[in-house]
């Protein structure tokens, strides 16, 4: 308290001393400096609440730039369980059927057919050339093999495999259960186009080796060309039926094979 009394002694005096007025008592001086540190002391509490929330904010921010994107949710897809079950490959187009035999004038491209029962040698059948005019192939008694619209002639046959597709074909008498010593044979005449006769069959003959292959079909029954050494058994309007090469024109002459019962032993 004396400090107080002096410093309240001192400031009295001075203030006479310099003409200025009284001098305010010194509590009157300590409430207003307890005044200015507590204004002081609020800025300071309020300054530092603010900076604490700028940096709260600031590392609020910095969290949420440094976290890693958040991939939405989409649908969940099929699961596969490995040991059991594996995805569809999905389809891959139309399903392979079995191919077809060619049916257009073309060449033979046909499969040879080594199963079909009519040419294994134990059935007897005739030859019918694929026409509107629906006629049989004969071998006639003078050894030539035309169409015929009767029963003259030799009509029935059998094809005896020689094997690679080729076969002999041997005539089968009628009414008997005996096949003929006649079989086909190629025969060329001078400047004559190539023909298919009559003669004694002989297996080691090339010329009475013919190949036989399904090629195509005809009101639902399949259908074969028949050549020889490239040259094939043709129709023609004003020459019968001949054997000639192709070169690059179409085969125009298939046949059917109908089957006329077992083949005589």
Not at 25 to 42: K, L, M, P, S
Not at 232 to 237: D, G, M
């Amino acid at each position: 308290m004396g400090s107080e009394w002096n410093l309240d002694d001192a400031l009295r005096a001075l203030a006479r001393h310099g003409g200025q007025g009284r001098v305010r008592a010194a509590d009157e001086i300590r409430r207003r400096g307890d005044t200015r540190r507590r204004r002081r002391h609020v800025a300071s509490v309020a300054a530092g609440a603010v900076l604490v929330g700028v940096l709260g904010g600031g590392a609020a921010v910095i969290r949420l730039a440094d976290a890693p994107p958040t991939v939405p949710a989409g649908p969940v897809g099929p699961t596969y369980n490995s040991a059991t079950s594996s995805p569809s490959a999905g389809p891959t187009g139309p399903s392979a059927g079995p191919s077809r035999p060619p049916t257009g004038d073309s060449g033979p491209t046909g499969t040879a057919p080594g199963a079909d029962p009519l040419l294994t040698g134990q059935r007897q059948v005739t030859v019918v050339r694929v026409s509107d005019w629906a006629a049989g192939i004969s071998l006639l008694d003078d050894g030539r093999l035309a169409e015929v619209d009767g029963d003259e002639g030799r009509q029935l046959f059998v094809f005896l495999p020689q094997g690679s597709d080729t076969y002999l074909i041997r005539t089968a008498e009628p009414g008997t259960d005996d096949l003929t010593d006649t079989c086909w044979e190629v025969r060329s005449a001078g400047s004559e186009p190539l023909r298919v006769v009559a003669a004694p069959c002989a297996p080691d003959e090339p010329r009475q080796r013919f190949l036989v292959v399904r090629d195509g079909q005809h009101d639902g029954n399949p259908t074969y060309a028949i050549s020889n050494h490239s040259a094939y058994l043709q129709h023609s309007a004003t020459r019968g039926l001949l054997l000639e090469e192709l070169g690059d024109a179409p085969l125009t002459t298939r046949f059917r094979l109908v089957d006329n019962g077992a083949a005589p032993e």
